[in-house]
Antibody, heavy 124, light 113 residues
Framework: QISLKESGPAVVKSTQTLKLTCTFS??????????VSWIRQPPGKALEWLAR???????FYNTSLKTRLTVFKDTSKNQVLLTMTNMDPVDTATYYC????????????????WGQGTLVTVSS | DYVMTQSPESLSVSLGERVTITCRSSQSVLNSLNNRNYLVWYQQKPGQPPNVLIY???TRKSGVPDRFSGSGSGTHFTLTINSLQAEDVAVYYCQQYFTTPYTFGQGTQLEIK
C-alpha cells in the first residue's frame, strides 16, 4: 500500500523560496513509469495542479507557475521535492503530494492516493 | 489550458433525493483512439484530501457505493448520486487528465437540506 507524507515549513515570508518534501513508502521512485504530482488548495478554494515528475525524470509544470516551480527527486531517499520561488500571501494553501493512479501495467493521470497535505502560510 | 466548469457551485438536497452535478470542459477530453474520456470525479470531505469516485468518466472505483455514477462524453459530464446519504456531504470536483496541465473544476459544495 502506497503512502505519502509531505513535510516543510508551516510559515514562509513573502519573497522567500518554499521547499517541500514528499516521502514515499510502498512504491519506489525507480519503478518503471511511476508518476508523482504536487497539487495545492488555498483555504476554501479549488484544487490546482502544480507539477509532475516521472520515474525517468521527465517533468511537467503548471503553465502560469512554471517559472517559479522546480520538481525533482531523490531516489536514494525515495523522496520528491518541490521548490516554489518568490512566495506571496496568495500562495497560502495546503500542498498535497499525490501518486498517479496505477495498475500492474500502467500509471494513469488521475491522482490516487493523496498525502494528507501540509498547510503553508505566507506572511507579508 | 483546458478550463473545467462545474455547476452548480453549491446545492442543498434532501436525504434520499437524487443529486446531479455537471462538469463542462472547454475542449474535448475524448481520445478517439481508445474511445475513452479522460475525466475523473473526486469527493473531498472537510479536513481530508480528495478521494476518487469515478474515472474514465463512468468507471466507479472499487469500494465506491453504487449510488454514485458518472456519464457524459466529449465536453459534457455528469456525476449523479442516487438517494443522497448524510455521509455524502462534501465538495465534489471534476478533473481532466487528457493533457497537462491537468485542471480541476471549481468544485460543487453539497449539503443536506
Amino acid at each position: 500500500q502506497i503512502s505519502l507524507k509531505e513535510s516543510g515549513p508551516a510559515v514562509v515570508k513573502s519573497t522567500q523560496t518554499l521547499k517541500l518534501t514528499c516521502t514515499f513508502s510502498g512504491i519506489s521512485l525507480t519503478s518503471s513509469g511511476v508518476r508523482v504530482s504536487w497539487i495545492r488548495q488555498p483555504p476554501g478554494k479549488a484544487l490546482e495542479w502544480l507539477a509532475r515528475i516521472d520515474g525517468d525524470g521527465e517533468r511537467f509544470y503548471n503553465t502560469s507557475l512554471k517559472t517559479r516551480l522546480t520538481v525533482f527527486k531523490d531516489t536514494s531517499k525515495n523522496q520528491v521535492l518541490l521548490t516554489m520561488t518568490n512566495m506571496d500571501p496568495v500562495d497560502t494553501a495546503t500542498y498535497y503530494c499525490v501518486c498517479h493512479a496505477h495498475d500492474s501495467n500502467h500509471f494513469y493521470n488521475w491522482f490516487d492516493p493523496w498525502g494528507q497535505g501540509t498547510l503553508v502560510t505566507v506572511s507579508s | 489550458d483546458y478550463v473545467m466548469t462545474q455547476s452548480p457551485e453549491s446545492l442543498s438536497v434532501s436525504l434520499g433525493e437524487r443529486v446531479t452535478i455537471t462538469c463542462r470542459s472547454s475542449q474535448s477530453v475524448l481520445n478517439s483512439l481508445n474511445n475513452r474520456n479522460y475525466l475523473v470525479w473526486y469527493q473531498q470531505k472537510p479536513g481530508q484530501p480528495p478521494n476518487v469516485l469515478i474515472y474514465w468518466a463512468s468507471t466507479r472505483k472499487s469500494g465506491v457505493p453504487d449510488r454514485f455514477s458518472g456519464s457524459g462524453s466529449g465536453t459534457h459530464f455528469t456525476l449523479t448520486i442516487n438517494s443522497l446519504q448524510a455521509e455524502d456531504v462534501a465538495v465534489y470536483y471534476c478533473q481532466q487528465y487528457f493533457t497537462t496541465p491537468y485542471t480541476f473544476g471549481q468544485g460543487t459544495q453539497l449539503e443536506i437540506k
